[in-house]
């Protein structure tokens, strides 16, 4: 059955552009966020992999590692890595990880055969510290994924874990959040002692704590 979330991420060891790379290890205690490509040298995989290599200052800032994968082996991916330096002006600059025996694709459901047998879909997979999948996305191969709502997820995602809040619809860090239903007017007044906006009894809203 494919990983739901709350699942715990599978452990593997697989060729990388890094060398062989065991997933627990590289990964330590940091957030991750897991990608598969349909393929090397290919297009659209090329431009998320160049934006990923210059959005990786803003994922490090959150405390997360980025890692990709690509149903060929490792050769393959060393040269295309210099197509995406060329093309892109950014080179690679996380690992990529090799699946030529699609271990890993097979592992975490990323080849999804009615829409094609032998390349990946467009996978992303947000694990927590604790290797806990809190984020899944699947992208048809024709569509370049949006990377900034990956950040915007993971912002979410890393303050509701610290406050008892929830994000509304197209939130973004620093914009006004809810407070969650669980919580009663009598504990919001200790947990937001400057106050709150009351739309519904259901529907709270505060500044963004922190
Ligand atoms: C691409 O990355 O451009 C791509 C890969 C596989 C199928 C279609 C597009």
Redesign the pocket.
Known sequence: MALQLGDIAPDFTQDSTEGSLNFYTWAGDSWVVLFS???DF?????TELGLVSKLKPEFEKRGVKVIGLSVDPADSHQGWAKDIEETQGAALNFPLIADHDRKVSDLYGMIHPNASDT?TVRSVFVLDPQKKVRLTLTYP??TGRNFDELLRVIDSLQLTDKHKVATPGNWKHGEDVIIVTSVTNEQAKELFPAGWVEHKPYLRTVKQPG
């Open positions: 490509h349909p393929k290919t297009p659209v995989c090329t390349l191969a024709s």
